[in-house]
């Protein structure tokens, strides 16, 4: 997926970017535009940080609201929904601390691991291994995986590697460096890895798991 | 070439980062280390399983409930 574009973008304008100004001259109407363009990643976005539904809908709500009160400040030397995602953050992360009565809440939480960093699990997995689970196991089984991960290495991941966005965006979303993007990024991944592996090895799936074969 | 130093350079390898210069090193590696083949194939299938399925859906209802809430605020100046 590649997300990496001429950050000059001389001759070509983003579509965001007509939208936008159309907004700030007052028409409501392309703002409905943008809300249907990202509503489902700002959604997801929100329920991978919060883990929790009502947390999602009130971050996507306030999340909207926020950049639509706030969209005169948008510089437009990043992209719109990169400023948006990183509204959508900081939303959620302030709800996580509601949550936990003030505790700080911070992407840097947990990421002492070192589980992960070098693979243990060396089997390798059946071909499609995802088709020996219906699509409610599935998904229960990634949700269940992602969730455990330490929080500063699952937004990574999910910025990165599930919504696309390039490692510079991310490192700027997060206020993050890129090498500290980069680190997090490998060891998101090894980890989930590791922990999907107990699924999808080639052998000795148990039977009540759901095998269909 | 050792494990460490291709665990090093996965990402970019699986991010398509590398010089041909590398991915021709990373290559050879992979040649003679199943282990480091199993970790580079599964690695790759992790990120395209959490890509392609929708662990976090927004049904459509709900969608359209948000989406009028935000508008009619939007509408009223928030």
Same mark, same amino acid.
């Given at each position: 997926?590649?997300?990496?574009?001429?950050?000059?973008?001389?001759?070509?304008?983003?579509?965001?970017?007509?939208?936008?100004?159309?907004?700030?001259?007052?028409?409501?109407?392309?703002?409905?535009?943008?809300?249907?363009?990202?509503?489902?990643?700002?959604?997801? &976005?929100?329920?991978?940080?919060?883990?929790?539904?009502?947390?999602?809908?009130? !971050?996507?709500?306030?999340?909207?609201?926020?950049?639509?009160?706030?969209?005169?400040?948008?510089?437009?030397?990043?992209?719109?929904?990169?400023?948006? !995602? @990183? &509204?959508? !953050?900081?939303?959620?992360?302030?709800?996580?601390?509601? @949550?936990?009565?003030?505790?700080?809440?911070? &992407?840097?939480?947990?990421?002492?691991?070192?589980?992960?960093? !070098?693979?243990?699990?060396?089997?390798?997995?059946?071909?499609?291994?995802?088709?020996?689970?219906?699509?409610?196991?599935?998904?229960?089984?990634?949700?269940?995986?992602?969730?455990?991960?330490?929080?500063?290495?699952?937004?990574?991941?999910?910025?990165?590697?599930?919504?696309?966005?390039?490692?510079?965006?991310?490192?700027?979303?997060?206020?993050?460096?890129?090498?500290?993007?980069?680190?997090?990024?490998?060891?998101? %991944?090894?980890?989930? %890895?590791?922990?999907?592996?107990?699924?999808?090895?080639?052998?000795?799936?148990?039977?009540?798991?759901?095998?269909?074969? | 070439?050792?494990?460490?130093?291709?665990?090093?350079?996965?990402?970019?390898?699986?991010?398509?980062?590398?010089?041909?210069?590398?991915?021709?090193?990373?290559?050879?590696?992979?040649?003679?280390?199943?282990?480091?083949?199993?970790?580079?194939?599964?690695?790759?299938?992790?990120?395209?399983?959490?890509?392609?399925?929708?662990?976090?859906?927004?049904?459509?209802?709900?969608?359209?409930?948000?989406?009028?809430?935000?508008?009619?605020?939007?509408?009223?100046?928030?």
């Amino acid at each position: 997926m590649a997300t990496i574009q001429s950050i000059a973008g001389e001759n070509e304008q983003h579509p965001d970017v007509a939208l936008v100004e159309r907004v700030r001259t007052g028409d409501v109407s392309a703002y409905d535009t943008l809300v249907r363009k990202y509503d489902r990643q700002i959604f997801r &976005i929100a329920q991978h940080i919060t883990q929790n539904r009502e947390d999602a809908e009130d !971050v996507m709500q306030d999340a909207f609201l926020k950049a639509y009160e706030k969209i005169d400040q948008f510089q437009g030397n990043s992209k719109f929904y990169t400023w948006l !995602v @990183r &509204i959508a !953050v900081n939303e959620s992360l302030m709800r996580l601390r509601k @949550r936990r009565t003030g505790k700080m809440v911070s &992407i840097d939480e947990d990421i002492e691991t070192e589980e992960g960093s !070098v693979p243990r699990d060396l089997a390798d997995w059946a071909p499609d291994p995802e088709q020996n689970y219906s699509q409610t196991e599935l998904a229960e089984i990634l949700r269940k995986t992602i969730q455990g991960l330490p929080q500063g290495f699952r937004i990574v991941f999910v910025l990165r590697d599930v919504e696309g966005l390039s490692t510079e965006e991310t490192a700027e979303t997060l206020g993050l460096s890129v090498p500290a993007v980069k680190s997090r990024l490998l060891r998101a %991944r090894l980890q989930l %890895r590791e922990r999907l592996s107990r699924y999808f090895r080639r052998k000795r799936v148990p039977k009540e798991m759901g095998v269909d074969k | 070439m050792t494990c460490t130093e291709f665990l090093a350079l996965l990402d970019d390898l699986i991010d398509d980062s590398v010089t041909p210069e590398m991915r021709a090193e990373l290559q050879q590696h992979l040649k003679g280390c199943e282990h480091c083949e199993v970790t580079l194939s599964t690695t790759r299938k992790t990120i395209e399983i959490y890509r392609s399925h929708e662990i976090y859906d927004l049904p459509p209802s709900l969608r359209e409930r948000l989406h009028a809430a935000i508008m009619a605020r939007c509408k009223k100046g928030c």
